[in-house]
């Protein structure tokens, strides 16, 4: 698998990423504020999906290009975008991040959201980006939370999911550390911008287990039918014993992370 498509994941999607909107409201009013549409007027998304955080900016007044290997993410966002209130500059398109079929420096910003766990050859969709971005534009990295998610969950589903055998791990990168590794080593100046927007999820046990059990996230993707059932009766054993009860709400930490790369005098592009 070269990179995960999220079509099996999109009807639930959006109701599992929730985020704070006043948070999310103010970390785009940030940007806003750093790079006005008026001098930052092209903006390219790979990784676009259901347009969660895309609606937002273009309704600040940016012409947003916005790539997906989803299908029926690009669908859905095409639905909310007949339905906005207001005509919003957003184009899609459907493809992959490692291949984008626009000419160099051809736009003034780029997002990625939690992109680069999602393709193997996440060094080339980085090369990419950077090659269609202005030398004086910005590539944004957000980090929006936890979601619908509750960790221990998480970390109890692929503990078991290795005990089976079948140990989970991401398409691309582990960790961003690894991008802003490799964002340094081609010089690109990098700032990061936490603690701002930071609030608190309430979780219902039931509910984090129930999304689980749809398969509604990445790591849930790609365990056999046998498997995740056993990993889901461990994680509703162990959200009853440690949570209080699949009924208890649990509390999540989360906050909007970003990191703003400016280009520089970037090296000569490496091979992914």
Known sequence: ME??????????????RTVDEDCLEAAVDFLVERFPP???????YPG????????????RGYAITGVDISARMLDLL???????????????????????PFDSGTFDLAVAVHLFYFIRNWRKALDEILRVLKREGCLILMHTGQGAEIPLANAVYKESCAAQGHSI???????????????????????EIKGRWEWTNRVVAHTAVAYMRARA????????????????????????????????????????????????????????
Do not use: W
Not at 38 to 44: G, N, Q, T
Not at 78 to 100: H, V
């Open 3 to 16: 990179s995960l498509s999220f079509d099996s994941m999109a009807k639930l999607y959006d109701e599992t």
């Open 38 to 44: 008026p001098e930052f007027p092209r903006l390219i």
């Open 48 to 59: 676009i999906g259901t347009g969660r955080i895309a609606l937002p900016l273009a309704a």
């Open 78 to 100: 095409r639905s909310r975008l007949s339905a906005a209130a207001q005509p919003l500059q957003i184009t899609t398109l459907e493809g992959d991040a490692t291949e984008l």
């Open 169 to 191: 791990s991401n398409v691309g990168v582990d960790s961003t550390r690894e991008v802003v590794t490799y964002l340094g080593d081609l010089g690109c100046a990098i700032e």
């Open 217 to 272: 996230y990445s790591f849930t993707s790609s365990a056999p039918e046998e498997v995740h059932a056993v990993a889901m009766s461990a994680v509703e054993a162990e959200l009853g014993k440690r949570a209080g009860g699949l009924g208890a709400t649990v509390e999540v930490p989360s906050e909007i992370r970003l990191l703003l790369v400016r280009p520089g005098r970037l090296m000569p592009r490496r091979d992914g």
